[in-house]
T-cell receptor, first 115, second 114 residues
Framework: DAGVTQSPTHLIKTRGQQVTLRCSPK?????VSWYQQALGQGPQFIFQ???????QRGNFPDRFSGHQFPNYSSELNVNALLLGDSALYLC??????????????FGQGTRLTVV | AQKVTQAQTEISVVEKEDVTLDCVYE???????LFWYKQPPSGELVFLIR??????QNEISGRYSWNFQKSTSSFNFTITASQVVDSAVYFC???????????FGAGTTVTVRA
């Protein structure tokens, strides 16, 4: 049973560009959350998707957007990249919405470097 | 708002020593959940434990144990007889009420030397 898979594993982008990160949830999971982890810090919640809708959002600008597909996979898009967007982006999946959504399994992350 | 504080930035021990990681939390919710995750160098966050606010029983799982004290808003984690494979960053996290996101502490880096 595959766990949470993210692609790509590493990415280098230039300031001002746009990037799309992808996540496939663990089998049987229908809720996907995204977190940003800057170097030396704890993960920060970006947003959560359930039934193809954004259900909860953290304190991130509108440059960060997402999507969930009918097969529960998800994308994170970041526009107008800034140097400060360099971080490890973690995807987490969980079964159902609500407190059960905190029983989260995390992927290995995508390391984004903005130059 | 939820807040988690892990005051210890780094801990270094010799193999077989015990190590305790401190976690202090703040929340206004009466129902909340506390977590510990391990992050090895590969980057993936590995779930270790989830504890709800109504269950203050301490828990032991192999060499891992957790001490939850609501009176001091603490949820500490002890690794007994540490091993080199325990070297990682450990995060304490909190969620509560209708806020389903995880709020993480800054993490504690544990280095176990052979």
């Amino acid at each position: 049973d595959a766990g949470v898979t993210q692609s790509p594993t590493h990415l280098i982008k230039t300031r001002g560009q746009q990037v799309t990160l992808r996540c496939s949830p663990k089998s049987g999971h229908d809720t996907v959350s995204w977190y940003q982890q800057a170097l030396g810090q704890g993960p920060q919640f970006i947003f959560q998707y359930y039934e193809e809708e954004e259900r909860q959002r953290g304190n991130f600008p509108d440059r960060f957007s997402g999507h969930q597909f009918p097969n529960y996979s998800s994308e994170l898009n970041v526009n107008a990249l800034l140097l400060g967007d360099s971080a490890l982006y973690l995807c987490a999946s969980s079964p159902g919405f609500g407190q059960s959504s905190t029983e989260a399994f995390f992927g290995q992350g995508t390391r984004l470097t903005v130059v | 708002a939820q807040k988690v504080t892990q005051a210890q930035t780094e801990i270094s021990v010799v193999e077989k020593e015990d190590v305790t990681l401190d976690c202090v939390y703040e929340t206004r919710d009466t129902t909340y959940y506390l977590f510990w995750y391990k992050q090895p160098p590969s980057g993936e966050l590995v779930f270790l434990i989830r504890r709800n606010s109504f269950d203050e029983q301490n828990e032991i799982s192999g060499r891992y144990s957790w001490n939850f004290q609501k009176s001091t808003s603490s949820f500490n984690f002890t690794i007994t007889a540490s091993q080199v494979v325990d070297s990682a960053v450990y995060f304490c996290a909190l969620s509560g009420g209708n806020d389903y996101k995880l709020s993480f502490g800054a993490g504690t880096t544990v280095t176990v030397r052979a």
